[in-house]
């Protein structure tokens, strides 16, 4: 770790123990170190598999088979995984910070495992299914599930509790983001590319209601030269520093 870096965290290790309520975004970069594969980048997701085929309203009309096998796919690979040293610390910095808030891109569980309890789920969670025709909402844990599975109450074909491309974000936990980032003094923002809006801007929105931002990334993204405070390296690696 360079000087330049271990300085960084020391500033913004001083800013998030001062900070009177703190907000931290992420993305598939904290999950990274725990064996998810991110979607951008090498060996990403969105690499190998095409988004409009298995990630779409449209692509499920056409072929719900095929996108709940890759969705099984999915919750196969994650079922064995375990938080890492950032989920980890995160979870700490929850219990230390009295105004504290999470909000995640990621469908993964992974914060949740790693006892963050206050948890805006922008994109959903891939361990929750919702009812394609009565809507019942329900937590569902098995691996695999049944090729179509049914809803227990109406017996109609159920969906990932996941937010799909071209799909509208649930307005209540958009509402939830946007009022904990205007008021928050101190936002991070961790392992996320920034190309997926409205995710993308809650860094800069957050920067205009007036408060500090700093970013924690493997590598630069779009917004690393806006914000205040911006730490090149692993999540799993930084987020611990904090503490
Ligand atoms: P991306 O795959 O676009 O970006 C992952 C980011 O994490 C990159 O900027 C990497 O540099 C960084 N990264 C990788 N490993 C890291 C590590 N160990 N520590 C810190 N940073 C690391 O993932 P997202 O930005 O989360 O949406 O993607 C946003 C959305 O696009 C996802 O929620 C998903 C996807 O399509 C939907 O499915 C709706």
């Known amino acids: 770790m360079t000087a330049k870096v271990e300085s960084a965290i020391a500033e913004l290790r001083e800013k998030l123990w001062k900070a ?7 993305g598939a970069g904290i ?24 990630a779409t309203p449209e692509a499920f009309s056409r ?11 999915r919750r196969e690979l994650l079922a064995p995984l375990t938080p890492n040293p950032g989920h980890q610390a995160l979870a700490e910095i929850e219990r230390g910070i009295p105004h504290f808030k999470l909000i995640t891109q990621n469908i993964d569980g992974l914060h949740r495992k790693a006892g963050n309890t206050d948890i805006t789920e922008l994109h959903g969670n891939i361990w929750w299914v919702r009812c394609t025709g009565c809507a019942r909402l329900m937590e569902d844990l098995r691996v ?7 809803c227990p109450s109406c017996g109609a074909l159920l969906r ?4 799909w491309f071209g799909e509208m974000l649930e307005p209540l936990v958009l509402g939830a983001a946007y009022e904990a980032i205007n008021s928050c003094d101190l936002m991070i923002v961790v392992g996320t590319s920034g190309t997926v ?9 957050a920067k205009r209601s007036g408060a500090t931002v700093a970013e924690v990334n493997l590598e630069p993204t779009p917004y690393s030269g806006t914000y205040d405070i911006s730490i090149a390296g692993k999540s799993g690696e930084i987020l611990p520093k904090l503490l």
Request: glycine share 8%; aromatic share 12%; net charge negative.
């Open 31 to 54: 999950s990274a170190e725990s064996g998810v594969p991110t979607f951008r980048g090498e060996g990403g997701l969105w690499k190998s598999y095409s988004v409009m085929e298995l």
């Open 160 to 163: 990932p509790n996941v937010v």
């Open 144 to 150: 695999p599930l049944p090729e179509m599975p049914e």
């Open 20 to 26: 009177k309520q703190v907000v931290v975004l992420t």
């Open 197 to 205: 809006q409205p995710a993308a801007s809650m860094g800069s929105q």
């Open 63 to 73: 072929d719900p088979k095929l996108v709940w096998e890759f969705y099984n796919w």
